[in-house]
């Protein structure tokens, strides 16, 4: 009996084990995007858009939402994250449009993925982040 | 026998008062006490809450504001019911500017701030403007007006933030720190008791100077909201770097007195200061820092029961807010500290007749659920 036991463990240990948690910052944002909209993944996308109220300069955000919001219009291969309930960050460009690459993150979960503090532009690239810039006074006139 | 009864009832008496001796609690019989589990608010779109106002009539009411996305605010009665929605998008389209809520001016009237161009609204539910001043002239001496703006009788009082008219375009940490030092030694506060003379500007004041001299060095940085409560014939600041309220006389704004804040449940109070260069090699060093400090987060008075509320926020655990409130008299003696349950309730709150309104942590963003808590 005990024997019987010991292989089942075995086997329900080894089943468990094949199911790994996602690894790399790629695969959180990817697993992240899936969990909070209908998108599938990330391959069709070239850069991921954060946009939260977690920053030193509140008007740069809404200058990088506002800015944003054209590139929206535009259909680029971006997707846009609004980690914001838009009580602080003007969010009206996004919030009533029904576009599948818009992820809707009012109780800013994303901030749990330790990927990027603040409103960011993230670059991908064959399954992989190839940079992040966070959004502050310094950079935001970049972003247009 | 009968000889030793003095001496039992000495020794009774000796007993008691050796026992009584070590409660060193105020004397009060007053407890912190839940006086209703939930009160909810349909507001119908994510947003901050405004404080209560009550008018002649006893009557108490409080405003949800979500200028950023929705451009409007809606008000309630303090029980919960929903009155009426303010739209401003018409209005911030005709007076082409955003705005900041100042606060309730009567039942149905608020005041409006324009952001960064120092004009003042008074306006009604249908988003009319009453009244408005143009206070601009006073930004080419670096004044820029912050909310809450406060009406009463004519006069009108805001918070003042200093922005250097003169800040050079490639500031060096010694531009930025001559900047911030200037900052520290002018005026917190506004006031003018003619606001609906939209001409007279001779009875303007600016008061309450060097208030962060008392606390910031030369070298040092700060970055923070205005925090002070406003009453009647005093005017209390206070700030995150700091332990102590300082009480200004309102007749005359000088400093009456300042008073220390001890908590149970924290040996320092005041968030731990930055130096310009700390925050120029990394400028999260802020938040950072007052994530993981005590310190003073509000001050509310309760005019029911004639107490102030200070609540003292400790580190984060997480994205949880710590906090404690000290209950004090009208005088400052401490009469309580009461820790709350973190999980539970957020350190934002209202004063009403019922009692103290705190926000539960389990809200969802078109809805805020308060519990009514009192001290009697």
Request: with cysteine; aromatic share 16%; glycine share 4%.
């Amino acid at each position: 009996m005990s024997k019987q036991i010991f292989f089942f463990t075995l086997t329900i240990l080894l089943f468990t084990s094949c199911k790994q948690a996602p690894k790399t910052s790629y695969e959180k944002l990817e697993q992240f995007c899936i969990d909070h909209s209908t998108l599938k993944n990330l391959k069709d996308y070239n850069s991921v858009v954060v946009i939260n109220d977690k920053t030193q300069c509140l008007n740069c955000t809404n200058m990088f939402a506002k800015a944003m919001a054209k590139r929206l219009d535009k259909n680029e291969k971006i997707v846009f994250i609004i980690s914001d309930n838009g009580a602080m960050v003007d969010i009206s460009d996004y919030i009533d449009k029904k576009r599948k690459n818009i992820v809707f993150d009012y109780q800013n979960d994303f901030d749990k993925l330790g990927i990027a503090n603040g409103s960011a532009f993230i670059d991908l690239k064959d399954r992989k982040i190839t940079s992040i810039t966070v959004i502050n006074a310094q950079n935001v006139g970049d972003f247009k | 026998m009968k000889l030793l009864q003095p001496v039992s009832n000495l020794l009774l008496f000796c007993v008691l008062l050796f026992a009584t001796s070590c409660n060193t609690k105020p004397q009060s019989s007053k407890k912190w006490k839940l006086v209703q589990e939930t009160v909810q608010y349909d507001v119908g779109f994510p947003g901050y809450f405004m404080p209560c106002q009550s008018n002649q009539k006893n009557e108490e009411y409080v405003a949800f504001v979500n200028f950023a996305t929705y451009k409007k605010f809606a008000v309630f009665t303090t029980k919960g019911k929903h009155l009426y929605d303010v739209s401003i998008q018409q209005l911030m389209e005709q007076e082409k500017t955003d705005f900041f809520f100042g606060g309730f001016t009567g039942k149905d009237t608020f005041a409006l701030l324009s952001k960064y161009t120092n004009r003042i609204y008074l306006i009604d539910k249908n988003a009319r403007v009453i009244a408005k001043k143009d206070y601009s002239r006073y930004l080419l001496d670096g004044y820029e007006f912050f909310p809450k703006v406060y009406y009463k009788n004519g006069r009108i009082e805001a918070g003042v933030m200093y922005q250097d008219p003169n800040y050079p375009s490639n500031a060096t940490v010694k531009d930025i720190a001559k900047s911030y030092h200037q900052m520290y030694g002018l005026p917190k506060w506004f006031v003018d008791p003619k606001f609906f003379d939209s001409t007279d500007f001779s009875s303007v004041q600016f008061v309450v100077d060097s208030f962060y001299t008392r606390f910031v060095k030369k070298n040092q940085f700060l970055s923070e909201g205005r925090y002070e409560l406003n009453l009647d014939s005093l005017h209390i600041f206070y700030s995150g770097y700091t332990d102590s309220l300082y009480i200004y006389n309102k007749a005359n704004y000088v400093l009456s007195k300042a008073i220390k804040i001890s908590s149970n449940f924290t040996p320092k109070i005041g968030a731990k200061k930055t130096t310009f260069k700390e925050a120029k090699d990394d400028p999260n060093i802020f938040n950072v820092r007052i994530r993981n400090s005590s310190f003073i987060n509000r001050l509310y008075f309760d005019p029911y029961r004639k107490m102030y509320y200070c609540f003292v926020r400790f580190p984060m655990k997480g994205k949880l807010l710590p906090f404690s409130i000290i209950v004090y008299d009208t005088n400052f003696n401490k009469l309580d500290e009461i820790k709350m349950d973190e999980n539970k309730y957020s350190p934002n709150t209202f004063v009403g007749k019922k009692g103290v309104y705190i926000l539960n942590k389990d809200n969802e963003p078109q809805n805020r659920y308060f519990s009514i808590f009192n001290y009697e």
